[in-house]
C-alpha cells in the first residue's frame, strides 16, 4: 500500500465491496463490508462507493508526506472499525 495513486483510484472504484480494506490489512472490515452489501441488497455498497470516492479524492490530493504518516488509517465507509480496535 506504499503507492498512493493505486490506493486513492481503489478506493474510488472498489470500496463497496472493501478492497482498501483488504490493502491495509483490514480483513475484517473487507469481509463486514462484502457481507453487508449482500445482506442490504447493495444498499450498504452504495453509501460505501460515495464515501469512497470522497477518500479516493482526499488521498490523490494529498501530499506524499501526509500519506506517509497516515496511510494505515485511512478508511471511509460502513463499518469504519479503527485499527486500535481489531486483533
Given at each position: 500500500?506504499?503507492?498512493?495513486i493505486?490506493?486513492?483510484?481503489m478506493?474510488i472504484?472498489?470500496?463497496?465491496?472493501?478492497?482498501?480494506?483488504?490493502?491495509?490489512?483490514?480483513?475484517?472490515?473487507?469481509?463486514?463490508?462484502?457481507?453487508?452489501?449482500v445482506?442490504?441488497?447493495?444498499?450498504?455498497?452504495?453509501?460505501?462507493e460515495?464515501?469512497?470516492?470522497?477518500?479516493?479524492?482526499?488521498?490523490?490530493?494529498?501530499?506524499?508526506?501526509?500519506?506517509?504518516?497516515?496511510?494505515?488509517?485511512?478508511?471511509?465507509?460502513?463499518?469504519?472499525?479503527?485499527?486500535?480496535?481489531?486483533?
Open positions: 500500500m506504499d503507492n498512493k493505486l490506493f486513492g483510484v478506493c472504484i472498489f470500496n463497496a465491496i472493501g478492497v482498501p480494506c483488504f490493502m491495509q490489512g483490514q480483513v475484517k472490515t473487507g469481509v463486514i463490508r462484502i457481507v453487508l452489501n445482506v442490504t441488497f447493495g444498499i450498504i455498497g452504495l453509501i460505501n460515495i464515501m469512497g470516492i470522497i477518500l479516493g479524492v482526499k488521498v490523490l490530493c494529498m501530499k506524499d508526506e501526509d500519506y506517509a504518516e497516515k496511510k494505515m488509517n485511512l478508511s471511509m465507509g460502513v463499518p469504519n472499525i479503527p485499527n486500535a480496535v481489531q486483533p
